[in-house]
């Protein structure tokens, strides 16, 4: 790393003697060097990309093995293009650290009065949030509703209360039936079971006790599920055994 940057230092500075470059000098290497890393790396996925769409006499089995290497790279272009925007970014940083490097060798030599490199900030890669990714793992309504019909009939109404109530698991196997407000359509989350030990506590914060609303077809299926389980739980598990998950 400390050879490449020190090569994109000496195309930038050229044979300029260390003791007369600035700190804003310094900080205009750094700019430059982002874009030109973003602009060289964009131009070789751009021939990539092209090349992978290129139409050629082939055979059968040699364009299908095109057409997946071209999907494949459609699929992951934003991907690669924000990895491209981050390397700029990371590449600029690493010089930044050769600089300070080179500077303080320079000082303690005598070649320059301070190290500059120490003024000039590191560039930050801002966070890029992944839109396509999270959406894929997001599950439709229809698809959670295929998941609740698969789940076994005596467990159905848990993986339904999850879904619709967003509560975790430990407060959904610390619910009472007490808990229900049936005339306000909601219930109340006061406690939760300890991953640890499965004894009940109260919520890690005052936010985790919270009310929350219920629709109507959870209600409905709510009141047939509390038929089958009279007891003092809404959602008993086996006590001997408080680790098992319903799915």
């Known amino acids: 790393d400390y050879k490449q940057s020190l090569k994109r230092l000496s195309a930038f ?18 700019n430059a060097l982002v874009l030109a890393v973003q602009v060289e790396r964009t131009a070789q996925f751009e021939r990539v990309l092209a090349n992978a769409r290129r139409k050629k006499d082939k055979t ?5 093995a095109q057409i997946r290497r071209e999907l494949t790279l459609i699929e992951r272009e934003s991907e690669v293009r924000a990895n491209i925007a981050r390397g700029g970014i990371r590449a600029a940083a690493k010089m930044i ?6 500077w303080k060798f320079a000082v303690s030599r005598g070649y320059a009065a301070r190290n ?11 966070g890029v949030v992944e839109t396509d990714l999270i959406d ?16 076994p009939a005596e467990h159905r109404c848990a993986m339904r209360f999850l879904f619709m109530a967003g509560v975790r698991f430990g407060e959904l196997t610390g619910l009472m039936w007490t808990d229900m407000d049936w005339a306000s359509s909601r219930v109340i989350v006061r406690r939760q079971r300890s991953g640890i030990t499965g004894k009940l506590t109260a919520p890690k914060t005052k936010a ?5 609303d219920l629709p109507a077809d959870l209600i409905k299926e709510l009141k047939a599920h509390r038929l089958q389980n009279p007891g003092e739980f809404m959602f008993p598990i086996d006590e001997r055994n408080w680790r098992s998950r319903v799915w």
Not at 143 to 151: D, F, K, P, Q, V
Not at 208 to 212: A, H, L, Q, S
């Open 116 to 126: 500059i490199a120490q003024d000039v900030k590191k560039p930050v890669a801002l």
């Open 136 to 151: 894929t793992n997001i599950l439709a309504p229809a698809e959670i509703e295929r998941l609740i019909t698969h789940t």
């Open 208 to 212: 985790g006790t919270r009310w929350i």
């Open 13 to 30: 500075f050229g044979q300029r003697e260390v003791r007369g470059i600035s700190a804003v000098d310094l900080e205009r290497c750094r």
């Open 97 to 102: 650290g050769c600089a300070r490097t080179l």
């Open 60 to 64: 059968p089995l040699e364009r299908y």
